[in-house]
């Protein structure tokens, strides 16, 4: 064992026996009885040694008159009593410590050489001041309250964590200044009142070594250790998750000093009561996980996988003990379970419900690799900190629930966070006025003079294409179902076989006229009613048996169809839309540097966005048009560059898809207005329901006096309706066109008339993807912005 001390102190330190010899003077002059002669006989023989009287600061002269020193403490220090108290002499703050109790001794013998005996969570700084504030109360009469819990934790011989309060006695000691010191007047001592923290003003009011600690002082110390584990799980049970680093060795070591079982194991499960099962609380190995799931991440709870299964706990709500799993699995109905906690070295065990009043939120499992280390007598430890246990699985199922409904938030009923300031100021009114006895009428959420923008891609020809790989899947199908057929040798059924090949064909030659909507349920649905079962039924010679099991391992899960040439295209639509919503939800986020606004994106066959910005959303921010521009620029670029990633894209798809580009311009100032029934913000007015028509009805038309549609492949349409837009939209254009992000060539027409809607113009231009090293992410839409005023 080792014993780091302090080098720096306000105190030279003498450890002097003067007050106890004092007291032996006393004994003696008094010359009644045997004291008196034992306490003559003790004085003889220090008196050859002053420093014993005068202070020793040699701790080899302690070592070397150890005997001596041990007789002259023996009133401090009973005979009777050395194998019950832990006691020693010390110095207050120091790790010095001598003259120990004999069951100080063991403590110390068992926590091993290598055992460094440091005083928990105590700095060299915290001990200067400490001194600092024994000298104000002791000398000064002060009255500082620094009475903070000091510990030791010391190993046992197990090597389980022991924790011991310290407590201090300094009757035999004397605090003494220096001659050249000066004292302190009321005001310093005031100042080092209001400045516990500055170790430097501390240091300046009382140098190092400026005054004298004479005597020592005794140590008594207190095994705190299950009170301090409980105060340590309760203190871990309060942190957030992020701040419980390695969780199971924390809660492991707190359990293990609680029970004193070296080898102690802690599991946890959590029991969902609404799907009635119990599942691991977390899939990271470093957390804690079950040893009844071991390697299931859920079971139901009525599973008799493990024979017995957890009756005890389920229903009658009682820990189920098991002191011996050896024994216990010799037990008819208890062989899979006692098998399973086996095979994890597991011979004694606990598995207690956590309950909150009738309803059981989880099982906390205590394991050892020992049998009867774990009993009902011991069990009864739980009773300490099961209460802590409740209240903290209580508080995660809440925060899973939040966390749950957050999730939920985000992913498929988010706010925005540029409008989320409203809907917040609006629930707040409701949590401050809301009571049982009142109705609350929620205020309308409305954006007015807001300006849209509107933009997507397209897959182009998505319903052709989808059609055509039905089809293509359904000849196959009913290919093999024909082929099938035909080479059955059997006679059975020869008539009903013959039946079917005619029906089979000719749902086969209906796939060469359009698709209708119904044939392929209609297909689907003779499928199964009608041919599988016969498959199912028929003995078939070797050949096409093969063929039949072929025919069935082709066939999707889910639908019972084959799903081959759908499969490419689904997948290719799910590739397409994904990694174009990452570009556009990366660059939003860039985009909203610009001047905070409404963002919403949806996946169809495609990826759309709409945009609103104004004053109403960002009333924080002035607002001026320079904004609505950079965010028209920003958007026409983000589609060039959703274009770029296209076509790099294309060649490794497994179906091939052809994208088109869109953006609406619509210059006129609109409201909308969330929409409580439908959770979602839509135009506010019949006036502005013109935009909404529009944005529904525009990537289908044509241009005007042609059936040619407005958008084709790689190149990006802009529609508008007045000439501002057009002079607006070139410039963008021209600037790109410098950047080598669009081509030279520039189309102009005339959009036909939607029904209700006329007058509408386009421009329409072509993406360079030849040279893709010229397209710059540099910020264009600032440069040219800034260029254009």
Avoid at 40 to 58: C, H, M, Q, S, T
Avoid at 262 to 286: A, C, H, M, V
Wanted: hydrophobic content about 35%; charged content about 25%; aromatic content about 12%.
């Amino acid at each position: 064992m080792s014993i780091p001390t302090f080098t720096k102190s306000p105190f030279k330190t003498l450890i002097s026996f003067h007050k106890l010899i004092k007291n032996l003077e006393d004994i003696a002059s008094a010359d009644v009885d045997y004291r008196s002669n034992y306490a003559k006989a003790l004085l003889k023989e220090v008196a050859p040694y002053p420093e014993f009287r005068d202070g020793i600061d040699d701790l080899n002269f302690i070592k070397k008159h150890e005997t001596l020193i041990h007789n002259l403490l023996a009133d401090l220090f009973p005979t009777a009593l050395t194998h019950n108290e832990i006691k020693a002499i010390s110095i207050p703050f120091q790790n010095i410590t001598f003259n120990y109790s004999e069951r100080f001794k063991k403590i110390l013998q068992d926590a091993g050489v290598t055992f460094d005996m440091e005083i928990r969570d105590f700095e060299e700084d915290q001990f200067y001041i400490f001194n600092c504030i024994l000298i104000l109360n002791a000398y000064y009469h002060q009255h500082f309250d620094f009475n903070k819990p000091l510990f030791y934790d010391i190993p046992n011989a197990s090597g389980i964590i022991n924790h011991y309060r310290i407590l201090y006695n300094a009757d035999f000691i004397e605090v003494i200044p220096n001659q050249h010191i000066s004292p302190l007047s009321q005001s310093e001592i005031d100042l080092l009142m209001d400045n516990y923290d500055n170790i430097t003003l501390w240091k300046e009011k009382f140098p190092a070594e400026s005054w004298i600690l004479k005597g020592f002082g005794i140590i008594t110390l207190i095994d705190v250790t299950r009170e301090n584990a409980i105060s340590n799980l309760k203190s871990n049970l309060l942190k957030t998750e992020s701040s419980q680093t390695n969780s199971t060795l924390s809660f492991e070591s707190i359990f293990r000093s609680i029970f004193k079982i070296s080898d102690l194991r802690i599991g946890l499960i959590i029991y969902n009561e609404e799907q009635e099962k119990f599942t691991n609380p977390s899939k990271e190995e470093k957390e804690i996980k079950s040893f009844i799931l071991n390697e299931f991440e859920e079971i139901d709870c009525n599973n008799s996988i493990y024979g017995c299964s957890l009756e005890t706990i389920l229903e009658k709500k009682k820990s189920m003990i098991i002191s011996d799993v050896e024994q216990f699995s010799k037990i008819s109905g208890n062989e899979i379970l006692g098998q399973h906690l086996l095979e994890q070295n597991i011979r004694s065990c606990i598995f207690a419900p956590v309950t909150k009043g009738e309803t059981i939120l989880g099982i906390i499992e205590l394991v050892s690799a020992k049998p009867k280390e774990l009993n009902t007598v011991n069990a009864t430890n739980l009773d300490l900190v099961l209460p802590y246990l409740i209240d903290t699985m209580e508080r995660y199922k809440i925060d899973m629930q939040h966390q749950i409904e957050a999730i939920i938030q985000r992913e498929y009923t988010a706010i925005h966070s540029s409008v989320y300031w409203k809907f917040k100021r609006e629930a707040l009114k409701y949590y401050q006025t809301n009571s049982p006895n009142k109705d609350y009428i929620f205020k309308e959420i409305i954006f007015k003079e807001v300006y849209p923008l509107y933009g997507q891609i397209d897959i182009k020809g998505s319903s052709e294409h989808r059609n055509q790989t039905v089809k293509e899947d359904l000849r196959n199908q009913l290919y093999t179902l024909i082929q099938l057929f035909e080479n059955q040798k059997t006679n059975e059924s020869l008539v009903l076989l013959e039946q079917r090949i005619f029906e089979l064909q000719s749902f086969y030659e209906e796939l060469d006229a359009p698709l209708k909507a119904d044939t392929e349920q209609q297909i689907q649905n003779y499928i199964e009613t009608e041919i599988h079962p016969i498959l199912r039924n028929t003995k078939m010679d070797a050949e096409s048996e093969t063929v039949r099991q072929n025919y069935f391992e082709s066939l999707d899960e889910k639908t019972g169809m084959f799903y081959h040439y759908r499969k490419k295209f689904d997948n290719t639509m799910s590739i397409i839309n994904k990694k174009l919503a990452v570009i556009l939800d990366k660059k939003q986020i860039e985009a909203q540097q610009i001047y905070p606004h409404y963002y919403e994106r949806f996946k169809t066959d495609g990826v759309e966005h709409n945009l609103y910005i104004g004053a109403s959303i960002t009333p924080t921010k002035p607002f001026d048009n320079l904004y609505l521009q950079n965010l028209r620029l920003w958007q026409l670029q983000t589609l060039c560059e959703m274009e770029i990633e296209h076509h790099q894209l294309k060649a490794t798809l497994p179906y091939e898809l052809d994208v088109t580009s869109l953006i609406l311009v619509f210059s006129s100032p609109i409201s909308i207005r969330f929409r409580m029934d439908e959770k979602r913000f839509d135009v506010d007015g019949t006036y502005n329901a013109r935009y909404e028509v529009v944005k529904k009805r525009i990537d289908k038309a044509n241009i005007k006096g042609s059936k040619e549609r407005i958008t084709q492949k790689e190149k990006i349409t802009i529609v508008y309706s007045h000439n501002s837009e057009q002079n607006e939209y070139l410039k963008y254009i021209k600037y790109l066109q410098h950047k080598k992000i669009l081509e030279p060539a520039i189309e102009q027409f005339e959009v036909e008339e939607l029904q209700g809607v006329s007058g509408l113009r386009a421009i329409r231009v072509k993406v360079i993807n030849t040279n893709l090293s010229n397209y710059s992410q540099d910020n264009t839409h600032n440069d040219l912005v800034n260029e254009l005023n």
